[in-house]
């Protein structure tokens, strides 16, 4: 994406590391045989040049690795690239935006390889599997196993939030075994999706497509970013109270706005000469890298913290579980995610989706620059924080339960109603969500769209 070549890129180059961009299929072992000869080339540059993945090698992990997570849940990508232009995003500028994909015969053999080795459980990476083309194909194969050939196998997938267009798509997504499904709903302010280029987020259709996740009782994850040019710390806790309110979401995981090296926005803001951080390990979107406009680098670290804190109330936790089992989703599998959310931001201070439930640590794996600590040092420490982590993990996990099982007793919990859970009306426009001075000129905006299709003067 840069002009000119990244400085640690170069320093990799001058170290004698060989450099290897784009998709590994058809190319590596070409790669492989230059090592085994010694004549690596410094650079294999084959970015404009994305293959072709169907009927081609797939990847397959080994069971021992894959027991080491939670849930043993396996991966594989059925498609790559994405249609939209989010200027945040890498995807695009790494696999592109045309959908190339496997076919349903590559697919049904990747499940059959995993179901061989005893994996049942499925991530499909897709960054948004309601755009590969053949995502009904696919879904049709995956019924087919699992109505026909009655295969115990699940999935979680990744979506955007026009998904529940696609006619049949959450229907067939449910009949092939998705449990659980990541959204990219990132913000409520209609400005800052606009800034982002995330045009084909509409704030409008947001109730509507959760409830139909929701109607087929699929836990759904939110992704939602924080630091975008329009949000102060006041309109981001407000923002979140608002969701809490009057959306159905499960999960909700929050994300600094990063300019990760490859999308867009790093490329403005290298080009614009902003300062962002040189240390890449932050760029894991749980660190704030550069400024922003309207907060301190430590006001936008303490209203990220606070978000979390603001979502996963205990109050809001019992809200989630009794709409989960209003709606027939699974409230011991979304309370077991909350503990899992809560606890790695509360207790590990990292990203759920990079945490776990225990951290192991090596004594000689530190960071460049980092010395190696003293055993008598190092261990005592490990030990007592282990113990201390274990001890919150449990407490939190008590507390969990606690609500769960409080809920469960409930006898009314299947009548249970909220804002968030009511069937989409004609008076969606009267609720919080469009209350802000963005949401109104969006929704005069899209009035006025409206008028004009109908061919009405404006
Ligand atoms: S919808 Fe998702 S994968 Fe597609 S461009 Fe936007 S962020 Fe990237």
Redesign the pocket.
Known sequence: MLKDRDPYVQKALDMGVSLFAGEAEGRLGNVLLDASLNELHPVYNFMDDLPNIEGVASPLLPAERVHLTAGATTSFDAGRG?????S?????NVQG?KSRRRSPDDIEAIIRANLAQGLHSFFITD??FA?NKDWEAILDRVIMLREVEKLKISFII?V?TLCHKLPNFIEKCKRAGVKRVFI?L?NINPDNLLGA??R?NKITDYRQMLLAWKSVGVVTYCGYILGFPGDTPESIISDIEVIKRELPVDLLEFFYLTPLPGSEDHQKLHEAGIEMDEDLNKYDLNHDVTGHSKMSRDEWRQTYHKAWETYYTDEHIETVIRRCIATGTSPGKTTFFIVWFRGCIGIESIHPLEGGFLRIKSRRNRREGLPVENPLVFYPRYVIETLSKQLKWISLYIRMRIIYKRVKRDPARFDYMDTALAPVTDHEEERDLFKTEAAQNYLDKVHRNERVSRGETV
């Not at 994405?82 to 989010?86: D, I, K, L, N, Q």
């Not at 945040?88 to 695009?92: A, K």
Request: charged content about 35%; aromatic content about 10%; overall charge positive.
């Open positions: 994405c249609p939209f232009a989010c945040f995003c890498t995807i695009i935006r960054d948004n755009r990744q955007d990219g990132e280029k995330k084909q």
